[in-house]
T-cell receptor
Framework: KNEVEQSPQNLTAQEGEFITINCSYS?????LHWLQQHPGGGIVSLFM???GKKKHGRLIATINIQEKHSSLHITASHPRDSAVYIC???????????FGTGTSLTVIP | DTGVSQDPRHKITKRGQNVTFRCDPI?????LYWYRQTLGQGPEFLTY????????KSRLLSDRFSAERPKGSFSTLEIQRTEQGDSAMYLC????????????FGEGSWLTVV
């Protein structure tokens, strides 16, 4: 069983739609990261959360520590948002990050 | 450029050959991580260093794999006697320490074993 589960695995949306990607984890954490990976490219960190909510432009990330759940929202989606979005957690114990398998998002014009 | 850099970005090698990847982390970061990623999967942990000490190795890291960080700065990941199953992207990342610190990734090194 993976320590981090993401849903959906794949998501196709029309330009302008509101998008939600979910992440659930099973370990105690000190932080949760949302990452973005474009095809063939490296990984860019979007957010690091330990509580509450963060917003950056059209992106919003929330976390509920009690429920061990986080969501990434994209408002007014655009084709350039097409990428793989990965959830990763830094556990309280241990020294590595655990990653979800990613959500592949395609936004159609 | 003050980000994490990896070299080479792409490597095609014949089965049985040895390959080496290099990672230069952000200079003040004492944690350095190696991950492997195959198509459609999230990154899988291979190993990490705290300064020059290799503190944890995944069971994915067979005896054909070795990683070093000799001076606590750059790191190398060597794969000996490559197999086709080694074809993947090898990602390097760095952070200040464990816990709630941001992690920064390199662009990755793509390995194709033919």
């Amino acid at each position: 069983k993976n320590e981090v589960e993401q849903s959906p695995q794949n998501l196709t949306a029309q330009e302008g739609e509101f998008i939600t990607i979910n992440c659930s984890y099973s370990v105690g954490i000190s932080a949760l990261h949302w990452l973005q990976q474009h095809p063939g490219g490296g990984i860019v960190s979007l957010f690091m959360l330990s509580s509450g909510k963060k917003k950056h432009g059209r992106l919003i990330a929330t976390i509920n520590i009690q429920e061990k759940h986080s969501s990434l929202h994209i408002t007014a989606s655009h084709p350039r948002d097409s990428a793989v979005y990965i959830c990763a957690v830094a556990p309280n114990t241990g020294n590595q990050f655990y990653f979800g398998t990613g959500t592949s998002l395609t936004v159609i014009p | 450029d003050t980000g994490v850099s990896q070299d080479p970005r792409h490597k095609i090698t014949k089965r049985g050959q040895n390959v080496t990847f290099r990672c230069d982390p952000i200079s003040e970061h004492n944690r350095l991580y190696w991950y492997r990623q195959t198509l459609g999967q999230g990154p899988e942990f291979l190993t990490y260093f705290q300064n020059e000490a290799q503190l944890e190795k995944s069971r994915l890291l067979s005896d054909r794999f070795s990683a070093e960080r000799p001076k606590g700065s750059f790191s190398t990941l060597e794969i000996q006697r490559t197999e086709q199953g080694d074809s993947a992207m090898y990602l390097c990342a760095s952070s200040l320490s464990a816990g709630p610190f941001a992690i920064y990734f390199g662009e990755g090194s793509w390995l194709t074993v033919v």
